[in-house]
């Protein structure tokens, strides 16, 4: 197969398509960005960047430019909300095992970091462009218009437009994101300043940490962001209908009316929360398939499979997807496989592992949210013995839970990627000659301790 040359689009630069820009310049793949906001910026409130896609941000040099403001936390308390402790995870000891950080940014920074390295590696992104239309046909290529009237021509679409994606709209107009239950979330940031003048609140921040407070259809959690110096809520609760839209300047009084019950350290944070918006938690799909027939349009993110936020996977599942995605279109280029097969190829490795983070969010809500009884006695017994430091085979922490941080944080998408594309232009797996070693099974097992970057701390302990 001949070599060949494809200019993607990329509707959207949000976390996921600046993500994918980034893996699309490094397998030497042409991008344009096309994004609606007339400047570019995310929300103000933080967000989890797990193992899985911390790696991501040091390979690409992402974590360099956040620099300091990336943080990492000594531990991660579970407690009920009357504050009794139930579980303790040393975050350390996961990073060691994973050879990776687990790291709290605020998305500004987050998007500011991404925003330059694509820009650096020669992405061009076109902002004030919002996606009106988009025509695809067989062997022609992909065509779209902008509300300002510009057209655009690419091979490949790629909508990383968000859950209200005007790309998968015009795929597939039957699907629409649901909020499966009446679950959903405010989001604050309060200055660690303000936290340390308080004489009972200032007890739970003694240390760096990440801290959950479980109670029945309402929980809190909290990490710090922008160097150590802001401290981010994120607080999940239900109303009595379902919520499909953010909803700005909710009243502050309802907020606290939610948590008025829990431990009073963390409620006299809740109460220094002057204004919030409620967040919906819509999840799309599992939908049949991401693409047009034609294989020139494709969805990655929360366009694709948008969940619910309880194991902070959203905009980690979108990175994986665009570093996935253009392993598989680099490989295009270099003549090993036609583009049709390689949005097959994306597609059948990356919808279940989509399928799986949505189903693994949902179920750690479900834990997070349960009513005092028989089932919350038993999840506390069985995170209990991370009180003495134990480690076991399984955990209700899903934080800490063996399996899950294997499967979710130990998971190396560019591996994969690699290993999926090796078997598909070879017809079998790819194995080191010398040891009959798969390298994503080498890394998996060896590469974690061999590899590992201790020294890879952003953080910003010395603040507190
Ligand atoms: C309370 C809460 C907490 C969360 N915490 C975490 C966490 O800790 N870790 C985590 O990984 N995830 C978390 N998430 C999920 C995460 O925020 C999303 O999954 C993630 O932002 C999705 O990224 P995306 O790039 O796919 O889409 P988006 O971030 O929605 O980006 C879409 C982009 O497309 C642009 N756009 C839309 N329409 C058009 C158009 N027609 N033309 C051009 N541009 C367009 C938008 O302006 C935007 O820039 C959380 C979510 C919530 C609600």
């Given amino acids: 197969m001949a070599n060949q040359h494809i200019h993607v689009g990329i509707i959207g630069a949000g976390i996921g398509g600046l993500a994918a820009a980034i893996s699309f310049r490094r397998a030497g793949v042409d991008v344009t960005i096309l994004e609606a906001a007339d400047e570019l ?57 994973l050879g990776r950080p687990w790291w709290l940014v605020h998305r500004a920074h987050l998007h500011q970091g991404l925003a330059a390295v694509a820009t650096q590696l020669g992405a061009a992104i076109h902002i004030n462009s919002r996606v009106v239309s988009l025509e695809y046909q067989e062997g ?91 401290f981010n809520l994120v607080l999940s609760h239900h109303r009595p209908e379902k919520v499909y839209s953010t909803q700005t300047n909710v009243s502050i009084k309802e907020m606290r009316d939610v948590y008025k019950e829990f431990d009073p350290r963390i409620k006299r944070i809740v109460d220094m929360i002057t204004e919030t918006s409620r967040w919906p938690l819509l999840v799309t799909g599992p939908l049949q398939s991401w693409s047009s027939p ?25 990175m ?21 097969e390689a949005i097959n190829l994306y597609e059948l490795e990356r919808m279940p592992k989509a399928f799986m983070k949505q189903q693994v969010s949902f179920l750690n809500g479900a834990i997070w949210h349960l009513p005092d009884g028989p089932k919350q006695q038993a999840r506390d017994a069985a995170m209990a013995p991370s009180l003495e430091g134990k480690y076991l085979v399984r955990s209700s922490n899903l934080y800490d839970d063996p399996q899950t941080v294997l499967d979710i944080y130990g998971y190396d998408v560019e591996a994969h990627a690699e290993q999926a594309l090796a078997r598909f232009v070879h017809g079998r797996e790819a194995v080191y000659p010398g040891t009959g070693i798969a390298p994503y099974i080498e890394d998996k097992y060896m590469g974690w301790f061999s590899k590992c970057r201790p020294n890879d701390r952003y953080s910003g302990a010395g603040k507190l």
């Fill in 41 to 97: 910026l995310e929300i103000g409130a933080g967000i989890q960047m797990t193992p899985n896609v911390s790696v991501l941000l040091q390979k690409w040099g992402v974590a360099d430019v956040i620099g300091d403001n990336l943080v990492q936390i000594e531990e991660l308390n579970m407690r009920r909300k009357d504050g009794t402790l139930v579980g303790h995870t040393e975050i350390p000891i996961i990073e060691r095992a």
């Fill in 140 to 230: 022609s290529e992909v065509t779209l218009e902008t509300q300002k009237g510009d057209t655009y021509h690419f091979d490949l679409c790629v909508g990383a437009d968000g859950v209200n994606s005007i790309v998968r709209s015009t795929l597939f107009p039957d699907i629409k994101p649901d909020a499966k239950t009446t679950n959903c979330a405010y989001r604050a940031i309060i200055p660690y300043d303000l936290i340390r003048q308080d004489p009972i609140a200032k007890e739970l921040i003694q240390k760096l940490t990440m801290e959950v407070w479980m109670g029945h259809n309402a929980y809190i959690i909290t990490y710090p962001i922008s160097g150590g110096e802001t």
């Fill in 320 to 340: 994986e997807d665009g570093a996935f995605l253009a392993k598989c279109v680099g490989a295009v280029t270099h003549g090993k496989l036609s583009l049709r």
């Fill in 294 to 318: 034609q294989k020139n349009v494709v969805l990655m993110g929360d366009a694709a499979h948008s969940m619910v936020n309880h194991m902070a996977q959203g905009a980690a599942t979108s």
